[in-house]
């Protein structure tokens, strides 16, 4: 089974900072690796996602997400934020599919981005 | 999300009164989830559905059931409401493989249904 850590809870950042939210993972199969947003009062929108191929993703709203399996992580970055960056972040992991629940979407606890001016 | 929806939107019932959700989807994907969302827990995964009536249970699945009887449609049910089931509720629906070089592969999320039981 898969498993997924974000290692903070809570991140502040000033606008225009350089932020990374981290992501860990654990699965004894290979893993696809997705990031989503949850802006408040609202549902989960996609940032970015790895199936294979280069280890550095890129996404929508200029963050990007770099795969390393050595380190088992997926860290979120963007160079620079914006208030409107203040979201609820979620790291989420799936076993390539080979049947059964290893191919179920498992969620990290999330981390909540707040940009300050 | 265009061609999954979920319904009602939002729900207050009664401790010990049944309730169903309904996920809809128009996409013809075999997979579907549920998923409930509390602050400090992310989401996580109730029942899944990998075939009209072959299910299984997730990470929380006590005190729920859920039915898939029509490709479509997958029914999450609480047999008898406790407080500690209000949540938010989203259904999900993916594709089952990816092969590079065809179609995309990933997750598809409904708008989410809020549920307080009183």
């Known amino acids: 089974a898969q498993s997924v850590t974000q290692l903070d809870s809570q991140v502040p950042v000033f606008e225009e900072a350089p932020v990374e939210l981290r992501c860990n993972y654990s699965s004894s199969v290979s893993v696809y690796l997705f990031w989503y947003v949850q802006y408040p009062n609202q549902g989960l929108q996609l940032l970015l996602k790895?199936?294979?191929?280069?280890?550095l993703v890129k996404g929508i709203n200029g963050f990007e997400a770099e795969f390393n399996k050595s380190q088992t992580s997926f860290h979120l970055r963007k160079p620079s934020v914006h208030i409107s960056d203040t979201a609820e972040y979620f790291c989420?992991?799936?076993?390539?599919?080979?049947?059964?629940?290893?191919?179920?979407?498992?969620f990290g606890k999330g981390t909540k981005l707040s940009v300050k001016p | 999300d265009a061609g999954i929806t979920q319904s009602p939107r939002h729900k207050v019932t009664e401790t010990g009164t049944p309730v169903t959700l309904r996920c809809h989807q128009t996409?013809?994907?075999?997979?579907m989830y549920w998923y409930r969302q509390d602050p400090g827990h992310g989401l996580r995964l109730i029942h899944y559905s990998y075939g009209v009536k072959d299910t299984d249970k997730g990470e929380v699945s006590d005190g729920y059931s859920v039915s898939r009887s029509k490709t479509e449609d997958f029914l999450l049910t609480l047999e008898s409401a406790t407080s500690s089931q209000t949540s938010v509720y989203f259904c999900a629906i993916s594709d089952p493989i990816y092969k590079p070089g065809q179609r995309d592969y990933g997750y598809t999320f409904g708008s989410g249904t809020r549920l307080t039981v009183v």
């Open positions: 996409e013809n994907h075999r997979y």
């Open positions: 790895y199936l294979s191929g280069s280890t």
């Open positions: 989420a992991v799936s076993g390539r599919n080979y049947g059964g629940s290893q191919g179920n979407l498992i």
